[in-house]
């Protein structure tokens, strides 16, 4: 019964570092959340950059167009002083609307473009400004999470020690039990109890036969079901 003492202590030990493990990856898993982040905002900032610069461009159009119009309009108002029939002021003057109409719409889309430039500048700024703190944070944090996965890498590496020289200590017939069952890496415990005839975690009956022979405790055992080495009932509390 002395073998599954320390069976039971290496139990504890790869639980323990199966702990670790999981606060390494939640602690990691923080980085990586931060970087997902930064990536999205830099997508969207290069985005609005591109459609910024379209805007702009667009934007020059429309005012350039506008100002040969407004030319055109100025010169079809001083001609109106030199015609003399009704027939060419009636033309002149439908022209003169005509144009009036066009600079109006104009004016309307050159309003719209001043509008969306103005709020994609803002949205620039935001996310120039969210992605400084963000990247800041993001090194304050890994620093954080290196310095909290090493600690734990320390301690994990301290208990593999502990484990191995526990394992020396093992008669050679639980040695390479132990070994092999370890480097299965099962999750959560690499013992399991007897829980009414059947192996507490995957609940495969265990035969009467087999029941005597792990109890009797000189040879260790593995479920049929998971794998794991089976406590004999007077080692499992
Ligand atoms: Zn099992």
């Excluded at 103005?118 to 996310?127: T, V, W």
């Excluded at 620093?143 to 020289?165: A, F, G, P």
């Amino acid at each position: 019964m002395e073998s599954f003492k320390i069976i039971k202590e290496i139990d504890s030990l790869d639980k323990k570092n199966d702990e670790f493990n999981a606060l390494i990856d939640r602690e990691s898993a923080r980085i990586t959340k931060l970087e997902q982040m930064i990536e999205k905002r830099s997508s969207e900032l290069k985005e609005d950059q591109t459609k910024h610069q379209e805007s702009k461009k667009d934007l020059t159009k429309l005012e350039n167009e506008s100002s040969s119009i407004i030319s055109k309009l100025e010169l079809k108002s001083s001609q109106l002083a030199s015609v003399f029939t009704q027939e060419q002021i009636d033309s002149l003057n439908k022209e003169i609307e005509h144009l009036t109409n066009e600079t109006n719409e104009l004016d309307e889309k050159v309003f719209e473009y001043m509008e969306l430039i103005e709020s994609l500048e803002e949205k620039i700024n935001d996310s120039i400004n969210f992605l400084a703190g963000s990247i800041q944070t993001k090194e304050e944090i890994t620093q954080e999470v290196n310095e909290h996965n090493e600690q734990k890498n320390e301690l994990i590496k301290k208990n593999n020690e502990r484990i191995k020289s526990l394992i020396n200590e093992l008669p050679s017939i639980f040695r390479e039990k132990v070994s092999s069952t370890l480097s299965k890496k099962l999750k959560g415990a690499f013992c399991a109890t007897i829980d009414k005839d059947c192996c507490n975690w995957c609940k495969t009956t265990i035969a009467k036969v087999k029941l005597d022979e792990i109890n009797r405790g000189d040879k260790p055992f593995s479920c049929s079901g998971c794998h794991r080495i089976i406590l004999p009932l007077n080692a499992a509390y």
